[in-house]
């Protein structure tokens, strides 16, 4: 399948180009797409690309492939709504958007998959085969997060400062605008940025495990930004609680996140590491009845196994664990957050997050 990459940044020399080229049977870039010529040109060089362009719209014209992976930072809207009106597949790395409005003008036939690589962790796929059944009480997340810098030493990075980002960050800017109001403050934008940034991977898994959050009860932040954030709040039907705890902790030793769901049965807990670190395994503790303690890993590497479900997705038709419907759920819930913070705190709320 051909393919074309949009942003050339992190997690794509990171992650991106080293799948892509061990499973070189399955892919073939033809073309990269970066503001910045230089990072364009070493992704290019890496992949055997031909392509290579500063303009999206441009690339997309040029055609020569079949879909189209959209890995720049901030929001994809605008990015995968003209790829999905060219009559590309697209997989889109989270967040869709910023705002409700952008994933509301995607076309509705269009083939997108979002990219939330933990729900094809295979240790998330077998927590959510022993799940099945049973009366989950509470969901409890602990997230400790490094600096980029620091998870990403071990890379190498291309870095490049020849892009102009003058109108990518007035574009942002006005997007949280309507996300929030032009007059919510920065603590509010920090918090709704850290949220569709980081935290809603963990939104995702909640998504598979019972549903999205049925209310949100609690939000505070503390700390220089992005500082520590924490979420709690009830799942769907009332059937048990939630609690999210992130904390940007940037001389932590290592990024660790730990997710742990309690059920009637007993305890499923997921310890995962830095996303960065290929086949680095997810461990699966499971706390049984009778006090049997199991734990189990698997050294597959979830952002492949993501690859692997959208080239299924290009060529058989395979659903996506995560469409546009999903990925609105989370933008919903991110606004929802960023709502009760203002009221709790009594900070000015406009936008999409005011009528909810």
Not at 178 to 196: C, K, M, Q
Not at 267 to 275: C, D, G, M, N, Q
Request: include cysteine; charged fraction near 20%; charge should be negative.
């Amino acid at each position: 399948m051909k393919i074309a990459l949009i942003g050339c940044g992190a997690v794509t020399q990171a992650v991106y180009v080293p799948l892509l080229s061990r499973r070189r049977e399955l892919f073939e870039v033809s073309a990269v797409c970066d503001l910045s010529p230089t990072l364009a040109g070493a992704v290019a060089d890496r992949l055997g690309a031909a392509g290579r362009f500063t303009d999206v719209g441009e690339m997309l014209a040029a055609g020569g492939f079949d879909a189209v992976l959209v890995l720049a930072s901030g929001s994809h809207g605008e990015t995968v709504r003209q790829a999905l009106d060219a009559g590309y597949a697209v997989l889109c790395e989270k967040p869709l958007s910023l705002t409700r409005a952008e994933a509301a003008a995607l076309p509705p036939d269009g083939r997108l998959m979002v990219g939330y690589m933990k729900q094809y962790d295979p240790a998330v796929l077998r927590a959510e085969a022993l799940l099945d059944g049973v009366r989950i009480r509470s969901v409890e997340v602990t997230v400790l997060h490094p600096s980029g810098e620091a998870q990403l030493a071990f890379a190498n990075l291309v870095q490049a400062r020849d892009a102009d980002l003058t109108q990518v960050r007035k574009a942002e800017a006005a997007l949280l605008d309507a996300a929030l109001g032009a007059d919510a403050p920065e603590s509010l934008r920090n918090l709704y940025n850290v949220t569709l940034g980081s935290i809603c991977h963990d939104l995702s898994l909640l998504r598979r495990f019972t549903g999205s959050p049925e209310r949100i009860d609690h939000v505070a932040a503390w700390g220089e930004a992005p500082g520590s954030i924490e979420i709690s709040g009830t799942l769907p039907g009332d059937s048990g609680r939630f609690a999210i705890r992130w904390h940007y902790l940037e001389d932590y030793p290592a990024y660790r996140e730990t997710v742990a769901i309690h059920h009637d049965q007993g305890t499923l807990e997921l310890a995962f590491p830095s996303p960065y670190l290929m086949n680095a395994p997810t461990v699966l503790t499971v706390v049984a009845p009778g006090e049997a303690r199991t734990e189990w890993r698997e050294v597959t590497e979830a952002f492949e196994t993501q690859l692997l479900a959208f080239h299924a997705f290009v060529t058989t038709g395979e659903t996506p664990r995560t469409g546009r419907d999903g990925a609105l759920e989370d933008i919903v819930t991110a606004q929802r957050i960023a709502a009760r913070y203002a009221v709790q705190h009594g900070l000015p709320l406009g936008g999409e997050a005011r009528e909810l």
